[in-house]
């Protein structure tokens, strides 16, 4: 895979999060968060959050596969997508087959890295994937069987 290398963090940090390396920088930032694994999907390093099989994508490396970007690929809350890529089209795009459903295209190879707003954008991310799914409401109980109806 070809990558695009970046400086180290401006700010000092120190170890993986500080790596010059784009793709091992965002590999710390996802592999950080709580319940979080890797592995590769369509070719490309991935993360979910959850376990099992509840667990679900919240980062999707794109590193030239589709087009010649290195980016990452992540839902977003809703009007994020439009905000971000009419802003600042240079970084945030659109990608395939999921942007549809409001995800954004972040690139990683398009000068210096903002590395604060990356890990907000997949702490994000994982946020909205990791919730826990609403609790379904109570059924109503059903008349029961055995019952005398009165007459």
């Given at each position: ?73 992540c839902?977003?809350?809703?009007g994020?997508?439009e ?18 459903r ?27 994937v ?19 109806r009165?007459?």
């Amino acid at each position: 895979m070809a990558r695009a290398a970046h400086g180290a963090d401006p700010a000092g940090a120190t170890g993986p999060a500080a790596s010059a390396d784009p793709v091992e920088r965002l590999r710390a930032i996802c592999l950080a968060l709580p319940e979080v694994s890797e592995r590769v999907s369509h070719g490309e390093p991935t993360w979910f959050a959850g376990t099992g099989t509840r667990a679900r994508v919240f980062v999707m490396l794109a590193d030239h596969h589709h087009d010649d970007r290195l980016a990452f690929w992540c839902p977003a809350a809703a009007g994020a997508q439009e905000f971000l890529t009419a802003r600042e089209p240079e970084l945030f795009f659109r990608p395939p087959y999921v942007g549809h459903r409001g995800w954004i295209g972040v690139r990683l190879d398009a000068g210096p890295v903002g590395w604060e707003r990356v890990e907000d954008l997949v702490a994000d991310a994982h946020a909205l994937v990791a919730r826990p799914a609403a609790p379904k409401p109570p059924t109503a109980p059903g008349p029961s069987r055995g019952t005398a109806r009165p007459g």
